[in-house]
């Protein structure tokens, strides 16, 4: 399932072999939360500027348009035409971050839904049903997403219940993955390693999660507020408690110089609406820095946004039209934006895993780390 082909440090460079094909990690998963890249980027566009793993979202997709919907219509991977691998978040974060009014007990939360205001119960076996009915590659467990600053005591309390959760998931997939009408018999499970910003807690939670039999591992609840700094000394403190067989996953993560910075540490996976949401608003990245296109300069200025980048955008328009676009709110230009970030970063993630294999990943890290942070 996974292979770690070479490593230099804890920078892992290796392959990962799901129902729907292999992936090359490190890798970057281009987020699709609904079942599609906002900004009208199709699955055939997927194709195209190289992604690996679409990342579609439990809680939305049972919102809308309903989970039982998708297994109706054979799956997550036929309804958005997609043949290649998906991840499903759990929806832990969506019903701590978007639900007004929730009440968390043992069995799992009950919450108000963000779009109707309707009472929706979520847990361990719920999740793992929605995502059995999409069909999606990868399933993550259900776990608590506690709010950032908490106490080391609430947290703890989390990571205890985070712990039960897991356990149940792993039961309530057993059953679901032998029915007869089951969408993808081959889903795996990751877990998720909890505790916020105290280190025991990591390191207790990730002793106890790597003793149950799931497919990879996750750290979450970070990278939601906290400095950079605090995430990276998290990520040190966790990593040599997770298997060494099995993909890490660093959710919700980030900016080129934090996944640069994930990879130095042993991360596999990763995911964020970042590069999309910011090309919606203008922010564009190159191998140079980061770009504003909404700015006077390029009114006027016939390059592409990155002269080495060989994006279809890259390759056909120039700043002077991109801004125009930008500035007229036409459609096409979130279009463009989106299909030449998110082609950035799954170049980005094709670069580090070459620096992996010809040991100039340091290198590339003391380069691009402070390079990238730039804004031109």
């Known amino acids: 399932m996974f292979q770690v082909i070479t490593q230099q440090g804890k920078a892992r460079r290796g392959t990962f072999t799901c129902a729907h094909g292999k992936v090359e990690t490190p890798v970057f998963m281009n987020v699709g939360t ?47 035409q997609w043949d290649g691998t998906i991840l499903t978040d759990s929806g832990g974060f969506q019903v701590f971050s978007l639900a007004k009014l929730r009440n968390i007990k043992e069995e799992g939360v009950t919450f108000q839904c963000h779009v109707d205001g309707r009472k929706i119960f979520m847990g ?29 005591a609430y947290a703890k309390l989390s990571c205890e219940r985070t712990l039960r959760w897991l356990e149940r998931c792993i039961e309530a997939r057993k059953g679901l993955m032998q029915e007869p009408d089951c969408v993808n018999p081959e889903q795996m499970l990751f877990g998720i390693n909890q505790g916020s910003i105290f280190p025991d807690l990591r390191i207790w939670h990730a002793q106890e999660i790597a003793k149950l039999p799931c497919d990879g591992f996750a750290i979450g609840g970070l990278a939601v507020g906290e400095p950079a700094e605090t995430m990276y000394e998290i990520i040190d403190a966790v990593e040599p408690y997770l298997p060494a067989d099995k993909p890490r996953y660093l959710m919700g993560v980030g900016t080129p110089w934090n996944i640069i910075e994930g990879v130095y540490r042993g991360v596999d996976f990763f995911d964020c609406v970042m590069p999309a949401r910011n090309a919606r608003h ?38 002077a039209y991109l801004r125009h ?45 402070e390079r990238l942070m730039t804004r031109l």
């Open 34 to 80: 609904q079942g599609a890249i906002k900004g009208a980027v199709s699955a055939e566009d997927l194709k195209q500027i190289h992604c690996q793993v679409e990342l579609s979202n439990t809680y939305h997709l049972h919102v809308r348009p309903g989970d039982d919907v998708v297994k109706a219509m054979g799956g997550l991977h036929k309804f958005m």
């Open 325 to 369: 676009l930008v500035k007229a709110e036409e459609m096409l230009a979130m279009r463009l934006a989106v299909i030449h970030n998110l082609w950035f970063y799954n170049e980005l993630m094709s670069r580090i895993r070459q620096e992996i294999e010809q040991e100039t990943f340091h290198a590339f890290r003391e380069t691009y780390v």
């Open 282 to 319: 203008g922010k564009l990245y190159t191998w140079k820095g980061t770009i504003n296109i909404k700015n006077e300069k390029y009114k006027l200025d016939p390059r592409p946004l990155d002269e080495t980048c060989q994006c279809p955008v890259c390759r056909k328009y120039s700043r």
């Open 124 to 152: 361990p076996e719920e999740s793992m049903q929605i995502q059995a009915n999409l069909g999606s590659d990868i399933a993550m467990a259900f776990d608590e997403c506690v709010e950032n600053p908490a106490t080391h």
